[in-house]
């Protein structure tokens, strides 16, 4: 079975902190993506990354970075954490090839406070 | 890629087939349908997709009307674990691009 794992399920940080939201999967899969999830809004795509050293602007990458120095982990991080950070993070990883194309694998995610 | 219409909330008796529909009107020739439910506290999980021809594992079954423009992901037999947002998604086929993931539809099984 393939394993996406994530650093912490719950975290609580202060206003202004650095945070760093490890992601780490077995598969050898080329593409690794970080979401995050909020009530009514649903799953909206931060970062993704095709390969190592490569990554992509989601839909709000805005007060996020992300980091891909090895195939099996992909970071991503909170220079400043804010309030309006505060949201489920979810981390997904996809391999290449015409059956798995678009099925993603996802993390069980970080439930992430900022106060 | 095309939008999806799906009920916000479905209710289904335990034991008995859960039939969750989505509306996707605009499809367009190269694009799939897929299937993803999310469990209360846990990330998305796959269950199926399709093109056109109707296909069955062990999950689920998933309908694709001939035109294209809807389909019905069913639960065969549902189970309170069953309890999920079922999301369905139209993508390209041999995309690059990423998963949207609209409201989905609130399945509550009940005993």
């Known amino acids: 079975d393939v394993k996406v794992t994530q650093s912490s399920r719950y975290l609580v940080k202060r206003t202004g902190e650095k945070v760093f939201l490890e992601c780490v999967q077995d598969?050898?899969?080329?593409?690794m993506f970080w979401y995050r999830q909020d009530p009514g809004l649903g799953l909206r795509l931060i970062y993704f990354s095709y390969d190592v050293k490569m990554k992509e602007k989601g839909d709000i990458p805005e007060g996020y970075s992300v980091s891909r120095e090895k195939k099996e982990r992909f970071s991503l991080i909170l220079e400043s954490a804010s309030t309006n950070q505060t949201s489920m993070y979810l981390c997904a990883s996809r391999g290449l090839g015409l059956a798995i194309l678009n099925e993603q694998f996802f993390g069980p995610g970080t439930r992430l406070t900022v106060l | 890629d095309a939008k999806t219409t799906q009920p916000p909330s479905m209710d289904c008796a335990e034991g008995r087939a859960a039939n969750l529909p989505c509306n996707h009107s605009t499809i367009s020739g190269n694009e799939y349908v897929y299937w993803y439910r999310q469990i209360h506290s846990q990330g998305p999980q796959y269950i199926i997709h399709?093109?056109?021809n109707n296909e069955t594992n062990e999950m689920a079954s998933l309908i694709i009307t001939e035109d294209r423009k809807s389909s019905t992901l069913i639960l065969p037999h549902a189970t309170l674990r069953d309890t999920a947002v079922y999301y369905c998604?139209?993508?390209?086929?041999?995309?690059?691009?990423?998963?949207?993931f609209g409201k989905g539809t609130k399945l509550s099984v009940k005993p």
């Open positions: 998604i139209v993508i390209r086929g041999g995309s690059q691009g990423n998963l949207i």
């Open positions: 598969m050898d899969h080329e593409n």
């Open positions: 399709g093109l056109k």
